[in-house]
């Protein structure tokens, strides 16, 4: 298909799109869990007169674990794992394998970190230009040495002489926290009563930036790499300085990250992937152990979600395994979008990693020169994520391309997705119901006779449907008339919002009528509505039709039944979120806790050629996340307006998108609020996506 030909369908279809869509997709409140399952999301709608149900109607195939980190097998025994034990505050538990069965892990490779760091005197001097990936403090009696961990592994020494920081109520602590070190390892910060003192590794120059009594120690990095530190307190709000010292002005702190339930504790540095957060928490109890009475008092590490976690690593510190520490377990980073990197802290300390809400649990780093009972130590990690890959190998320029991060928009973390070249690199999304090529020249014509998958608009008033056994038919629209809207602007009657949830029907708009087609009987049911209003209609039930009063009207309007009844409703619809000034466009895609649709975006959005790019917005309950899709001029392949629909959610936390571009059309899969990207379908010949169920 020419990119013209492809142009002007995308515009037909861009036609039947309104600049605000208000009216979105149904409420979805059905109770079903979905793990990677095709399914219809149950819509309820609250009606004067009718209520109308969604059904479940087709399923693809098993929530299959991901591949684990790069490892290397360190014996030949039975490897441990965490152990599952029921849930604490809605959050599912697992216990972390005990200090004696650390050392039987499998190793991580490629991470970033060396197997062994050595906290030892008597390191070399660290030289100039050197990238940090880790920074360690030990500290006894008093702050004593300090260790810089370059990228090549080795264990070098800072001459800081700084003395310890002492609070309000004179307890001291030592002048590196677990923020010291800056994400890309040029800077740390050393905290002093009344400053923050920057190191420049690069440039092997110290940096004094004055603060007021007690910031200090509360100062974090920021994403941008700026050194954020509160005015008064954390309750008084956050300023921010370059690490060169220059004032940047105020900012909102970082966002939280809290403990399931009110009478726990969190503790230490919260790290982030995209919208997933980590953090060391206190957990009040009691909480489930396998083969055992509940248990109080736990330490425990959170993984996943925006501000609350998705799972649990517990750590038992009693019996034979009392050698971990109080707090043992804070954070280090992120491995990759779904492995976070935490420190196991005891006599025989380790860097561990867990494949979050998994039994699977990986070594990383022995921690080794310091003298348990006499020392202790605190830590600080540059960002690693990226350093380790899934398939065995180390990060390269080979890797499977995927989204990049893009800073925040309206709060909400942004990803870019890759271009719509690298689209064609991306991995094939594991058990797919839809098939790998959807060819709509390959249309066949007659009855169809089952439900379909896919609906899809082409050339003037073509349609065509994919089945549920992979056909792809073409649709006999000979009773349609070509329409305009109320501008006078041509469309298609093809809808986005058109196909039935259970897949047996398909509606087309006309100019006063919607025309209903049965797949499975091949009848037609007209259903006459006033002028122009059937633009706005939408499925409300398994044969209902919602149409509103007026066009861009939220809830008022008329349910129409294919027995030919027809009743006042008022419906609740589902709103995706959005900033002020965006354009939200294209159906609305719920499921129980998740909601998609696409937007134009005011801006501005920082990394792509465009400020304003086209996006899906998306929600899992409480977590918001952009996926930005970058026009692309100036290159060869150029996503036009309206390139990018949300379609259908595949599980609780992937979203089913078409992308258009000048080299054609693609359905992809996205792990939402993370920078994993899919390859469904590729879609061939002369036609649009309309709806995929």
């Known amino acids: 298909m020419s990119e013209q030909r492809l142009q002007d369908l995308l515009e037909e279809r861009v036609a039947d799109l309104p600049p605000v869509d208000l009216v979105g997709g149904a409420l979805a409140r059905a109770s079903d869990v979905r793990r990677r399952r095709w399914t219809v999301a149950g819509v309820v709608v609250a009606v004067v007169a009718v209520v109308g149900a969604g059904t479940v109607v087709a399923t693809g195939g098993g929530d299959e674990p991901a591949p684990p980190p790069a490892t290397s097998p360190t014996n030949t025994g039975p490897v441990p794992v965490a152990e599952r034990a029921g849930s604490y505050g809605g959050v599912p538990v697992w216990w972390a394998p005990s200090t004696e069965d650390e050392e039987a892990l499998p190793e991580v490779v490629g991470s970033g970190l060396p197997a062994e760091i050595d906290l030892s005197a008597g390191a070399p001097p660290v030289p100039a230009g050197v990238r940090a990936v880790a920074l360690f403090q030990v500290w006894g009696d008093e702050p004593g040495r300090v260790v810089v961990v370059g990228a090549d592994g080795t264990s070098y020494s800072l001459d800081v002489g700084f003395p310890p920081v002492t609070d309000e109520g004179g307890n001291e602590s030592p002048p590196v926290t677990a923020e010291s070190l800056s994400p890309d390892g040029r800077y740390a910060f050393f905290a002093q009563d ?47 300085h ?43 109890g009691p909480v489930d152990v396998p083969d055992a009475p509940p248990a109080s008092a736990v ?15 517990a750590f038992a510190r009693s019996g034979t395994d009392a050698g971990r520490w109080l707090q043992c377990c804070p954070p280090v980073g992120w491995l990759d979008a779904d492995t976070v ?39 600080s990690f540059a960002d690693l994520a990226g350093a380790a890959q899934p398939d065995g190998s180390d990060a390269s320029d080979d890797a499977a391309p995927q989204a990049t991060p893009g800073g925040t928009y309206a709060g909400a973390p942004v990803w870019w997705a890759p271009s719509p070249a690298d689209e064609a690199d991306l991995p094939l999304l594991p058990d797919s119901p839809l098939p790998a090529e959807i060819d709509l020249s390959t249309a066949t014509g007659g009855e ?66 919607l025309e209903v087609r049965d797949f499975l009987t091949g009848e037609w049911t007209t259903i006459d509505t006033p002028d122009w209003l059937a633009e706005g209609a939408r499925w409300s039930g398994e044969d209902e039709i919602w149409v509103p009063i007026r066009l861009g009207e939220s809830s008022a309007g008329t349910i129409y039944g294919l027995d030919g009844e027809a009743v006042a409703a008022d419906v609740d619809w589902v709103q995706p979120w959005s900033a002020p000034g965006d354009q939200p466009f294209g159906p609305t895609v719920s499921a129980p806790d998740s909601v998609a649709q696409a937007a134009f975006l005011r801006g501005p959005v920082r990394g792509g050629t465009v400020s304003n790019p086209q996006a899906i917005v998306a929600s899992l309950g409480t977590d918001r996340s952009v996926l930005a899709l970058d026009f692309g001029a100036g290159t060869r392949d150029v996503r036009p307006k309206g390139c990018c629909l949300a379609l259908s959610w595949i599980d609780d936390d992937t979203l089913l998108l078409s992308s258009a571009s000048d080299s054609g059309q693609r359905l992809l899969a996205w792990d939402v609020g993370t920078s994993r990207l899919f390859r469904v379908s590729e879609v061939l010949g002369e036609g649009w996506v309309a709806a995929i169920r």
């Open 341 to 379: 990197l935490f420190e196991s802290r005891h006599a025989e300390a380790r860097i561990l990693a867990w494949r979050v809400g998994t039994a699977d649990v990986f070594r990383v780093s022995d921690i080794r020169g310091w003298t348990p009972g006499e020392e202790s130590y605190v830590g």
């Open 299 to 313: 330490d425990a590490l959170g993984g996943g979600g925006l501000n609350r976690p998705e799972a649990l690593l």
């Open 242 to 284: 370059a690490p060169t010292g220059e004032p940047v002005g105020a900012s909102d702190g970082q966002v939280g990250y809290r403990a399931p339930k009110s009478g726990d504790d969190a503790y230490g540095p919260v790290a982030r992937t995209g919208s997933d957060g980590a953090r060391g928490m206190f957990l009040e």
């Open 448 to 513: 169809i006779g089952q439900p379909v998958l896919g609906l899809f608009g082409g050339r003037r008033n073509e349609a065509f449907v994919l089945t549920v056994t992979g056909r792809v038919v073409r649709v006999d629209t000979s009773r349609l008339e070509r329409v305009a809207d109320e501008g006078g602007n041509v469309r298609s009657p093809v809808s986005s919002y058109g196909l039935s949830p259970d897949g047996r029907y398909a509606f087309f708009i006309q100019e006063s009528s």
């Open 194 to 240: 009344r400053s923050l003192e920057v190191y420049d590794f690069e440039q092997a120059v110290f940096t004094k930036i004055d603060m007021r009594p007690g910031a200090a120690p509360n100062a974090y990095w920021t994403d941008d790499g700026l050194l954020s530190a509160p005015v008064l307190s954390s309750d008084s709000g956050w300023f921010d």
